[in-house]
């Protein structure tokens, strides 16, 4: 009976182990999904891509021309056919800039330390966004070099 | 809402509202494919054609799934 007491004695004195909540403050989220921001990447740098093939293609089995001079000339043909002003922009601008910006921020999230008055910011080494992030950063510096070479005029 | 599951880089439909625009998106590839072939000069010309059609048909039936899609 004694023993008994003693033990209830000791249960009762045992004191209840608090969780430690820190670790919470640092729990970072993502804004998007990674695996769902990369299939649609892949169908959003698609068609870019494939006009990328296509020139490639031409180069390879005509040996005619670089591919920097066929890119420029097929934009140049996009830009007179009927509704090309409209698609053109839309796959070789528009797609790839949803891309990069859907695959951004699927791999980077932020943590603001109020204390320190810091803003971490860390990447997820996801290597399919990566790799469209990179690829529709490269369609996006052709294109932008198009622009800025196609209405550059010297008089 | 979801009326898609992403299944690898594809959008399938688990709604009645998904398979009318996944029917919508074929209906669109297939009228496309005629237009083009009625231009066309050879096979790999019409080939060619469609597929940078189907890629952009699918792009955009993709952010419709994106948008509209739940995770596993």
Known sequence: MNQTEDFEKKLLGIIKPEPKVEHSRFLKLPILNAQKSASLGVWLIAAPLFILACICMKILFTHQGSVWISFFETLAKLDDSGWGWFYGPMIILVFPVIAFVLNLLSIIRFQYNREQKDLMVTVRLKWGNIIILLLSTLILAAFMSYIFTENIHTN | ?72
């Open chain 2, 1 to 72: 809402m979801s009326i898609f599951r992403r299944k690898s880089i594809f959008f399938i439909p688990i709604h009645l509202t998904g398979w009318a625009l996944l029917t919508v998106a074929i209906m669109l590839a297939i009228y496309q494919f005629v237009v083009i072939e009625r231009l066309s000069h050879s096979v790999s010309d019409t080939l060619i054609n469609w597929f940078f059609r189907l890629i952009i048909i699918g792009a955009f039936y993709s952010m419709i799934g994106f948008a509209f899609s739940r995770e596993e």
